[in-house]
């Protein structure tokens, strides 16, 4: 197999695992709080198979990471009690065992001992990181823009909301959390965001331009593949040829 097949195979390889990410973000396009992504691609230089003449070294096509939005989306209005959403800037803060993790998606409720937790049961933190609990006896929560939390009179604790000066240090954790992969630490957002009861954030996956990614990425496969598919047959009738001429 010569270089122009293994550079060739290292697109194919690549439109692959970009094509999973388009695939990903349509499927999640109704989740609350989920940012799109996007394939980052790079040149890799590699040893080439045989070279007569041709350049040294061959640059392969090799992923490089992935690329997150975390752009805002459109709130939805739900007039859900414990239905939250960040206008701006941050993220919500839950503790998990594998320790904090951090989200947009706010469908929060509250568990059997009166604690507000994630869809996945998880407490959500404060702004201290404790955890926050509620009273169901006292009447209905009436949470501000600052995520303070009241009952009546009463103030009950304070929705935590976190920032990052620099996004790109979390990493997906499943469940549409995120963990900080890094020594930065998160601080209080209370300036750039503003918390919206009764109100989740959509996802900021924008369908038609996910659409146009995958048809794109469908087309650059295909052409790759008749790449491959001529190359090969050249190198075929070359052998061919030259074992007629022996």
Do not use: C, W
């Not at 003449?53 to 007039?79: C, E, M, S, Y």
């Not at 959403?85 to 993790?101: H, S, V």
């Not at 998606?105 to 507000?116: K, Q």
């Amino acid at each position: 197999m010569d270089n122009a097949l293994y550079v060739g195979l290292s697109r194919q390889m690549v439109l692959r695992k970009e094509m999973d990410i388009i695939a990903n973000n349509i499927a999640n396009v109704d989740t609350a709080g989920f940012k799109v992504e996007s394939m980052i691609q790079k040149t890799a230089p590699g040893a080439p198979a045989m070279t007569m003449g041709g350049p040294r070294p061959v640059k392969f096509v090799a992923p490089d990471g992935v690329a997150r939005n975390f752009g805002q989306g459109a709130l939805n209005r739900t007039d859900g009690e414990f239905d939250m959403a960040i206008q701006g800037q941050g993220f919500f803060q839950l503790q998990t065992p594998d320790g904090p993790r951090f989200t947009r998606d706010g469908r929060f409720t509250i568990d059997s001992t009166g604690r507000l937790v994630s869809q996945g049961g998880y407490p959500v933190l404060d702004e201290s990181g404790g955890e926050i609990t509620v009273d169901g006896e006292k009447g209905r929560v009436a949470i501000g823009g600052d995520g303070s939390m009241s009952q009546g009179t009463e103030r009950v604790g304070k929705v935590g909301m976190f920032k990052f000066a620099n996004a790109a240090v979390l990493e997906k954790a499943g469940d549409n959390l995120f963990r900080n992969g890094s020594n930065q630490q998160p601080e209080p957002a209370a300036d750039a965001a503003k918390l919206r009861q009764g109100h989740l954030e959509g996802s900021n996956v924008k369908s038609v331009l996910e659409i146009t990614r995958m048809v794109e990425v469908s087309r650059a496969y295909e052409s790759t593949s008749k790449m491959i598919d001529s190359a090969a047959d050249l190198s075929r009738r070359a052998v061919d040829r030259l074992g007629r001429a022996n």
